[in-house]
């Protein structure tokens, strides 16, 4: 088992910045690759964005050049910088684990989850 558990979400305004962070226990955090998702209301749960074991990374087009994803072995945290919010990036974010390093938009990929952090974007 991995546990994960998303923290720094919060309200923001418009054009600010957050930078949520996910730490991983239980299990070893090698070889995982780990992905960041979206879900806001009454809208299905979205792929933002992720990383591989490797270091390889992948965005959604809607926040490409926006956000960054990157991760700390060591730490066994994996972060997400989110520049220049929208009010569309309004939703709760989940952070997941996946044992395969392949289709990582996809939920399906991902066998851990974490509960979720609210991120709310002002206009």
């Known amino acids: 088992q991995v546990q994960l558990v998303e923290s720094g979400g919060g309200l923001v305004q418009a054009g600010g910045s957050l930078r949520l962070s996910c730490a991983a226990s239980?299990?070893?955090?090698?070889?995982?690759?780990m992905g960041w998702f979206r879900q806001a209301p009454g809208k299905e749960r979205e792929f933002v964005s992720a990383?591989?074991?490797?270091?390889?990374?992948y965005y959604a087009d809607s926040v490409k050049g926006r956000f960054t994803i990157s991760r700390d072995n060591a730490k066994n945290t994996v972060y997400l910088q989110m520049n220049s919010l929208r009010p569309e990036d309004t939703a709760v974010y989940y952070c997941?684990?996946?044992?395969?390093?392949?289709?990582?938009?996809?939920?399906?990929?991902?066998?851990?989850w974490g509960q979720g952090t609210q991120v709310t974007v002002s206009s």
């Open positions: 997941a684990a996946a044992r395969s390093q392949y289709r990582l938009g996809n939920s399906a990929a991902y066998d851990y």
């Open positions: 239980g299990r070893t955090f090698s070889g995982y690759a």
């Open positions: 990383i591989r074991w490797s270091g390889s990374t």
